[in-house]
């Protein structure tokens, strides 16, 4: 699987939109990029996943650049709730899905009141 | 349901104890996970099972002892364990072989003590 790269940490104002880069500049065409956020002691929470096309779902929407060598995750508006490590993942669908994730180090988004 | 539970929520075992996680989902996933994740570090993978076959293990040491009794049950038995085996273990399932929605439902954790 391709790597990602994130930023260690981000800030961001309750109320705002939360853009969160990834960088896959290794993606390959069969890649797809998924986005998971951990809130402090809990499990991963899948939150939305695209290949080439912009996705949108109620959590959250996902814009791949045109090459796909990089994605941002946006929350339109933060709550304090959404303070959480955000994991960005590239990965295939082969194998029938039931391969596992590999997780980098992921963003620290901390939302200031 | 959209729920992954796990039992028990924490754990503590000596080194020469053996003890059971338990993971269970009603989803119909037919794809079920074990993760390892050690303080401030991100989750890693030890073992896959597909359709209650054992599919993955990522060279976890044999005091770690996968089992599935069946799709909707997975086990993680533990046996002399080392204290460094202490983290929090996350089970985790989703579809096979079903396109487009191979997103991982994850459970609470076990956070596991070893002494």
């Known amino acids: 699987d391709a790597k990602t790269t994130q930023p260690t940490s981000m800030d961001c104002a309750e109320g705002r939109a939360a853009n969160l880069p990834c960088n896959h500049s290794t993606i390959s065409g069969n890649e797809y990029v998924y986005w998971y956020r951990q809130i402090h002691s809990q499990g991963p929470q899948y939150i939305i996943h695209g290949l080439k096309n912009n996705e949108t779902n109620e959590m959250a929407s996902l814009i791949i650049t045109e090459d796909r060598k990089s994605s941002t995750l946006i929350l339109p508006h933060a709550t304090l709730r959404d303070t959480a490590v955000y994991y960005c993942i590239v990965r295939t669908h082969s194998g029938g899905g039931a391969d596992g994730l590999t997780f980098g180090k992921g963003t620290h988004l901390i939302i200031q009141p | ?115």
């Open chain 2, 1 to 115: 349901d959209t729920e992954v539970t796990q039992t028990p929520k924490h754990l503590v075992m000596g080194m020469t104890n053996k003890k059971s996680l338990k993971c269970e989902q009603h989803m119909g996933h037919r794809a079920m996970y074990w993760y390892k994740q050690k303080a401030k570090k991100p989750p890693e993978l030890m073992f896959v099972y597909s359709y209650e076959k054992l599919s993955i293990n990522e060279s976890v040491p044999s005091r770690f002892s996968p089992e599935c009794p069946n799709s909707s049950l997975l086990n993680l038995h533990l046996h002399a364990l080392q204290p460094e085996d202490s983290a929090l273990y996350l089970c985790a399932s989703s579809h096979s072989s079903r396109v487009g929605s191979y997103e991982q439902y994850f459970g609470p954790g076990t956070r596991l003590t070893v002494t």
